[in-house]
Structures are given as C-alpha cells and as structure tokens.
C-alpha cells in the first residue's frame, strides 16, 4: 500500500516542512533537533517544528489539501507574551500541520552515550515561543513540544549529540556509535605548500588522491581527509572526506570545498576553547546501511549532513530539521 506524503508548508515564513514518506517502500526519516532553553524560569527544552502558524497543506501532487490559518487566533493580549501554551482547542490544527498523531511517540536518542528516550506526544504540552523582540503577531512565533527538565536526567546536555524523531516507532539501531580519533599524517597545509595550492589550482590539489592531512580508522574503514582551506589560526574543518575499506576500494567521495551551499564541521579534537565530538560513524538507522556524520553542514540553518557510508544508498532519506539560530527571546 503506497504511503501518502504530506507536506505542510507555512506560507509567510518557508522554514518549515514535514515531508514523512517517499515512494512505495522506503520512508524518508525526519530528525529534529533538542533545544535547552536555558534562559527561561523554569528552564525547559523544545522541539521546534514550525515556525509561523498561517499553514497550508498540500497533497503529494501539489495541490492544495487543506489550510489553517492561523493555529491560535484569538490571542486577547496582542501577543506580548515570550511563550505560550497553545491552547487544548487549537492542539489538533497544529498536529495537522505537523503531520503528527496523538498516537505518536517523541523519542530523544543521545548518540554519544546510546541512551533512549520516549514519550507519548498525547502526554506533551505545544508551546508558541517567540523568534525576536520586534513588533509581533503569532507568525514570528516558533511552535513545537515542550519536555519539562525533569523528563531527562539532571544536567541533559542535548547540544551536538542528540537526535530527535516523531513517529509510531524508534527508527534508531541503539548500536554505540564511534567517535572518530584524527591523527595528522600530512603539514600540507603549512604556508610554503598553501602557496603551491593557489598557484596550481585549488582543484587539482583537492581532487588528487595525494596529500590528505588526517587520517582516522574504525571497524576496517579508513577515512582519509583533506583540510578545508583557511587562516591558519582557523581550527582545522573538513574540505574533502574519501572513505577507502581494507581493499582500498573508494567507498564515499565527498568534496564541499567548492560549494557555496555547504560548509566544513571542526575536526573532532581539543582546542583552547572548545572539546569538538563532531564526526561519528556507525549503525544508527535500524534497517539502513551505517552512517557517517558531522563533517559539512548545509544552508543557513548549518544542519550537519548524515551520508550513508554505502553512497549508492539515497541521502535523501534522511532529513535532518535544525536550525542553529534558535534563540528563546526574554522581551522586555
């Protein structure tokens, strides 16, 4: 039986769509983001899944299904709150435009520690918090599922390590993932060798299969990297990703350098600042091919790009919903 795809789409603001299924047989994977809003009393963490509120859905072919708007008319206070709690009569108009059931389940996956957690949507509170601190009405609002602080454990850190999905059932393996360990096998990036980059072209220093700076190695895997090219007070980030197994056989190819689209993730590592857990690989999808993440990010939104180490399998299948400028606003 073909699964539906539905895909709500807000109309003043284009930041938010749920796209669920894809073709007869394989379902696309909708992963959100934890938010600690920290600045709150009492501080809480939030799912974030639509920003603005004037919603239209749309069939899978395009046309139009069926249009809210908005989710919570009838605000009394001229929006003047930070947050509210959405209320009980407009729960299911929100739901709708998430394409989110009441049957649902929120799971929480922390990668790092292979810990899971659930709870039922019908059981979590929708929220509307603002964007920013300018004159206002609901559509410079973000909706989402808000966790009370104590749903996790004391001290949760949900920042770069913890994925969140909707649905029926965990689509996560729960198979401990590998933190990749870095160690530089090239100084092709110091400044005499910079300089011979430039004069030959960028893309034939990047496109050889010579001169890679890092190198990490994991369940028979190797995985070769090329710095992306910076100041050299910059910490090192990813330019270029090969992923060879134990035959030397090219398994994934990536190179972003060149792309306006795409950005390098710092290497995993400690600088003066910052411990960086940003690339990891391994089983993380039950019934899909391992994983490797946190080297790019793509958009505005800096969503780091989860590939499949298998790069015949679809990349699309996996959509990932970030958005590294969320800021719960306090507005005076």
């Not at 639509?50 to 899978?60: A, W």
């Not at 209320?87 to 990668?111: M, W």
């Not at 780091?304 to 299948?317: C, E, K, L, N, R």
Request: hydrophobic share 30%.
């Amino acid at each position: 039986m073909p699964i539906k795809k539905i895909i709500p789409i807000c109309m003043l603001f284009l930041l938010s769509c749920s796209f669920y299924a894809i073709g007869n047989t394989r379902e696309q994977l909708e992963i959100f983001e934890l938010n600690l809003v920290d600045n709150s009393e009492p501080k809480f963490y939030f799912v974030k899944l639509l920003q603005g509120s004037h919603i239209v859905i749309y069939d899978k072919d395009g046309n139009k299904k069926q249009s809210i708007q908005p989710i919570f008319p009838d605000n009394e206070d001229g929006y003047k709150k930070d947050k509210y709690q959405l209320p009980q009569k407009y729960r299911q108009s929100f739901l709708t435009a998430s394409g989110i059931s009441e049957t649902d389940n929120l799971f929480v996956y922390n990668y790092e520690y292979n810990k899971l957690y659930s709870f039922p949507i019908s059981k979590l509170e929708v929220f509307a918090i603002k964007s920013d601190c300018l004159p206002t009405d609901e559509t410079n609002y973000q909706f989402g599922f808000a966790l009370e602080s104590n749903q996790l454990p004391q001290d949760y850190d949900p920042n770069d390590t913890t994925f969140v999905y909707i649905g029926k059932e965990s689509p996560f393996a729960q198979e401990q993932l590998t933190l990749l360990n870095w160690q530089k096998i090239s100084d092709k990036e110091d400044e005499e060798d910079n300089y011979l980059a430039q004069a030959h072209g960028f893309d034939h220093y990047y496109f050889s299969d010579k001169g890679y700076n890092y190198l990490a190695q994991t369940n028979g895997l190797h995985y070769y990297l090329k710095q992306y090219p910076s100041h050299r007070d910059d910490y090192p980030k990813c330019g270029r990703l090969v992923i060879k197994n134990e035959k030397n056989k090219i398994l994934r190819d990536d190179n972003y350098v060149f792309s306006s689209l795409y950005g390098g993730l710092p290497l995993n590592g400690k600088d003066k600042d910052h411990e960086y857990k940003k690339q990891w690989t391994g089983k993380l999808f039950k019934n899909k091919p391992s994983v490797v993440f946190g080297f790019f990010f793509e958009g505005a939104e800096k969503c780091p790009v989860i590939d499949f180490i298998d790069s015949s399998f679809p990349s699309y299948d996996i959509r990932l919903r970030c958005d590294s400028r969320f800021v719960y606003y306090r507005c005076k």
